[in-house]
Nanobody, 128 residues
């Protein structure tokens, strides 16, 4: 059973919105910090945002602040990434990630390290 499954990607025009979802089958979902990363062609995987286990704290990379918001529903074992005002440079494969051994700021600082589970990724394409 795949621990994390993303959905919600697609093609959108610049200025549009998408909401990504990540359904988790891990036990004790609320004990995991959940993060979102993205990887554009020819580039390294980069941190986008993270949310604490309770959902009370979030952080995001500067390039998406004010446009992207992470949220979670622990009753549904699901984390979301609401993406507004999308830009062509947001085009990438988006991955959700789960970690029990970090906090949201460490996840932002460490990047794609110390991650327990990765989703399979979902493509987001923003046309100009």
């Amino acid at each position: 059973q795949v621990p994390l499954v993303e959905s919600g990607g697609g093609l959108v025009q610049a200025g549009g919105s998408l909401r990504l979802s990540c359904a988790a089958s891990v036990r004790t979902f609320s004990t995991y910090v959940m993060g979102w990363f993205r990887q554009a062609p020819g580039k390294e995987r980069e941190f986008v945002g993270a949310i604490s286990g309770s959902g009370s704290s979030t952080t995001s990379t500067d390039s998406v602040k004010g446009r992207f918001t992470a949220s979670r529903d622990n009753a549904k074992n699901t984390v979301y990434l609401q993406m507004n005002s999308l830009k062509p440079e947001d085009t990438a494969v988006y991955y959700c990630a789960a970690s029990r051994f970090t906090d949201i700021f460490s996840m932002a600082r460490n990047g794609p390290n110390k991650i327990d589970y990765w989703g399979q990724g979902t493509q987001v394409t923003v046309s100009s």
